[in-house]
């Protein structure tokens, strides 16, 4: 993997062959996520990475139109040391171009992690996932700056169908409305356009801490109306798995 590739975008490729999903994602005001999950190099190497996003990264993604950016660590998660980093797009075009954009950046193209050699690099290797915003909530929304930990949640389905229909109950079927209602604090909904594990969408929750995350999925699960929706048999079966992770924010992270 070439350094200069650094924060590259899905491939034009890529994202000329999506299918109907994305395309119709891409009307409207509605935002695309790029999640990056790195693989963090140990030792004194550990926070190469996060130091070039906090200095340069993230404030020539500004620049660029990207943002806001997050940037977390897993609180309770993988146990080898990664980095989560969400990016925010306006448009797929903002996708496919953004590699090109950093690296006419000149504070960007010039870095030393960006031109650093093989025995240099700042991380292991990053996977990345492409999310366009559902239709009920097309934006990010970002939290009050204080004390605060992130769920994030990956809903697996057995097919595309399937999928769709978990994505119309958050939508048509209210649940977004239910999430908002009981305070759950809803970040981000996306379903997934590129990425591991798909069919699947990704959704991200804020709360004060562990504690407060309790008490407002206990609210969520003993309100009335979420009993309602979750028995409606037109929605049952449409999730085969569910990955949770909780995430902490960096002192950098602009969410």
Same mark, same amino acid.
């Given at each position: 993997m070439r350094r200069r590739e650094f924060l590259a975008g899905v491939s034009v490729a890529g994202i000329a062959g999506l299918g109907g999903a994305a395309m119709a994602a891409g009307g409207g005001d509605r935002e695309y996520f790029e999640l990056r999950?790195?693989?963090?190099?140990?030792?004194?190497?550990?926070?190469?990475?996060g130091d070039f996003l906090r200095d340069v990264g993230i404030p020539a993604m500004?620049?660029?139109?990207?943002?806001?950016?997050?940037?977390?660590?897993?609180?309770?998660?993988?146990?080898?040391?990664?980095? &989560?980093? *969400?990016?925010v797009h306006k448009?797929?075009?903002?996708v496919v171009t953004a590699a090109a954009r950093l690296l006419a %950046?000149?504070?960007?193209?010039k870095s030393d992690?960006?031109?650093?050699?093989?025995?240099?690099?700042?991380?292991?290797?990053a996977e990345s996932s492409l999310m366009a915003a559902?239709?009920?909530?097309?934006k990010l929304e970002v939290p009050p700056k204080r004390p605060r930990i992130f769920e994030l949640r990956t809903y697996e389905s057995h097919s595309i169908k399937a999928a769709k229909k978990k994505i119309e109950m958050f939508n048509e079927g209210g649940e977004i409305a239910i999430f908002n209602k009981t305070g759950l604090n809803p970040v981000f909904f996306g379903e997934t356009i590129i990425g591991p594990m798909m069919p699947n969408?990704? &959704?991200? *929750?804020?709360?004060?801490?562990l504690t407060d995350r309790d008490k407002r999925?206990?609210?969520?699960?003993?309100? %009335?109306?979420?009993?309602?929706?979750?028995?409606?048999?037109?929605?049952?079966?449409?999730?085969?798995?569910?990955?949770?992770?909780?995430?902490q924010p960096t002192g950098y992270s602009q969410i």
């Open positions: 999950r790195y693989r963090l190099l140990g030792g004194a190497k550990k926070n190469m990475l500004n620049r660029i139109g990207i943002g806001p950016v997050g940037a977390f660590t897993a609180k309770y998660g993988p146990s080898d040391p990664t980095l &989560y980093v *969400l990016m448009n797929l075009e903002s %950046d000149d504070e960007f193209g992690l960006v031109n650093a050699s093989s025995g240099d690099a700042g991380y292991v290797r559902f239709k009920n909530m097309p969408l990704t &959704y991200m *929750l804020c709360f004060d801490d999925w206990g609210a969520f699960g003993s309100s %009335d109306e979420w009993k309602k929706l979750s028995s409606d048999p037109q929605y049952k079966d449409t999730v085969s798995n569910i990955t949770d992770i909780i995430l």
